[in-house]
């Protein structure tokens, strides 16, 4: 039977440059009977995050794709499944973050109709955790860049807090596909020594093959800019969003221009060196301070505690760090 890793993220941590290394190693990796299907990628995405994985098979599950016809929205799985069984590999690799990224996933019944389109194969899921006050802030800045949030990072917190509780996330997965198919890596830097292909190539039985794949080391992808260049944009998206929405259509035309502008700014070194001189009376680099990352993380303990004794066989308890 193939056996397939999904690769469920989460957000920001390391997911592109892992689907990045994954996307360009297919060869490769099908020699080694892994198969990183092309069904499900959308190659001509002009956002980064969608050209080398399979979020297009969580769009169609949310409706995105064929918003005016409900049975081509399964097409995509379809041909998934095409591919699959017209290759035969012993593995299959698929990877998409939207699995965690959109509420409709944290629904039960959202999970078994995944299942029930993979039923014929063995199905091991992967998922990397990031200690929650870093994912915050790294992914309010993305949030942020890409003119989808004009709040404060506690404002965003309090609309997307299922999204922070791992340990839910965690059990409605392995309430699906079974506790034992559930496969936990902690996204921290003692971990991802070098690259985190390096760490999936481990989960998936394949690291003594590494001298196989080719990987830039050095590229850094979606990398977040400085908290005042944060700021900056911030403020250019509250106005946005509050003086020119009443005097400008804002459809998506508009919105592609306008992410592409924020994106000019954010990228722009002679911008971005003028506002990092910026006094930090004004505007400071500071998302977080220490004592709210602190605070912020305490309510976590416990619910980490869990998922390090259930799901990485932790006695301690110990998911990231220091809370205190």
């Known amino acids: 039977m193939t056996t397939i890793y999904l690769h469920i993220g989460m957000p920001k941590t390391g ?3 892992l689907q990045k290394a994954l996307f360009n190693n297919k060869e490769k990796l099908l020699e080694n009977s892994y198969l990183y299907p092309g069904s499900g990628i959308k190659y001509n995405a002009k956002e980064i995050v969608n050209r080398y994985c399979h979020n297009t098979l969580a769009h169609y599950l949310m409706g995105f794709e064929n918003k005016d016809n409900a049975l081509l929205q399964f097409t995509v799985w379809e041909e998934l499944k095409r591919e699959i069984d017209s290759i035969n590999p012993k593995n299959v690799i698929i990877s998409a973050e939207a699995f965690t990224s959109f509420e409709i996933f944290y629904q039960p019944e959202t999970l078994a109709k995944i299942k029930n389109f993979l039923k014929k194969y063995e199905i091991k899921i992967v998922i990397y955790l990031r200690k929650q006050d870093e994912f915050l802030e790294s992914s309010y800045c993305y949030m942020v860049k890409l003119g989808a949030c004009s709040v404060g990072i506690k404002e965003l917190f309090n609309e997307y807090q299922y999204i922070f509780n791992y340990y839910q996330i965690l059990d409605n997965w392995a309430d699906i596909f ?4 559930i496969i936990v890596r902690r996204f921290e830097k003692s971990n991802m ?3 985190i292909f390096d760490d999936f190539l481990g ?3 394949q690291f003594d093959n590494k001298s196989d794949y080719q990987i830039n080391y050095a590229a ?7 908290g005042k260049t944060i700021k900056m944009l911030l403020l250019i998206n509250k106005f946005n ?3 020119l929405a009443r005097f400008i259509k804002l459809d ?3 919105w592609s221009k306008y992410q592409d502008f924020l994106d000019f700014l954010s990228n722009n070194k002679t911008i971005n060196k003028f506002v990092s001189k910026l006094p930090n009376f004004l505007v400071d680099n500071v998302l977080l301070s220490s ?3 602190q605070d912020f993380m305490r309510q976590f303990k416990e619910l980490n505690s869990q998922v390090a004794n259930k799901y990485l066989d932790q006695k301690d308890g110990i998911l990231f760090g220091d809370y205190s």
């Open 15 to 17: 997911t592109t440059c």
């Open 178 to 181: 079974g506790y034992e198919n």
């Open 193 to 195: 020594k070098t690259h």
């Open 203 to 205: 989960v998936i039985n």
């Open 220 to 226: 850094k992808i979606n990398v977040s800019p400085s």
């Open 241 to 243: 969003e509050t003086i």
């Open 252 to 254: 998506d035309n508009y």
């Open 291 to 293: 004592e709210e990352k």
